[in-house]
């Protein structure tokens, strides 16, 4: 069954342009991986702080395969000094 994760990040204060790179550079690897069908990423347009990815998985061991890559391990630890909140990553499914 196809997988669909929504993350949330809100920057600390004055970190949102490092935030923002560092979903830049994981955006590439990460759509490259055989399992991604689709990785985007979006800004609030009324909290500059705030962001989101979604990205698109072909089931969910090419998820888990994904969280276990480099790229992504180095990602997980770079945001988790930019963010003002614990990790916020849900995993869902399409319903409509």
């Given at each position: 069954m196809e997988i669909h994760i929504i993350a949330r990040f809100r920057a600390r204060a004055g970190n949102e342009g490092a935030l923002e790179a560092a979903i830049?550079?994981?955006?590439?690897p990460t759509?490259?991986?055989?399992?991604?069908?689709?990785?985007?990423?979006y800004r609030s347009v009324r909290d500059g702080q705030?962001?989101?990815i979604h990205s698109h998985?072909?089931?969910e061991a090419a998820?888990?395969?994904?969280?276990?890559?480099q790229h992504t391990v180095k990602f997980i630890d770079t945001v988790e000094r930019l963010i003002d909140h614990p990790l916020d990553v849900i995993r869902t499914k399409l319903v409509s």
């Open positions: 830049r550079e994981v955006q590439g759509r490259n991986e055989p399992g991604c069908l689709g990785h985007h990423f705030l962001f989101f998985f072909k089931d998820f888990e395969l994904h969280a276990e890559l």
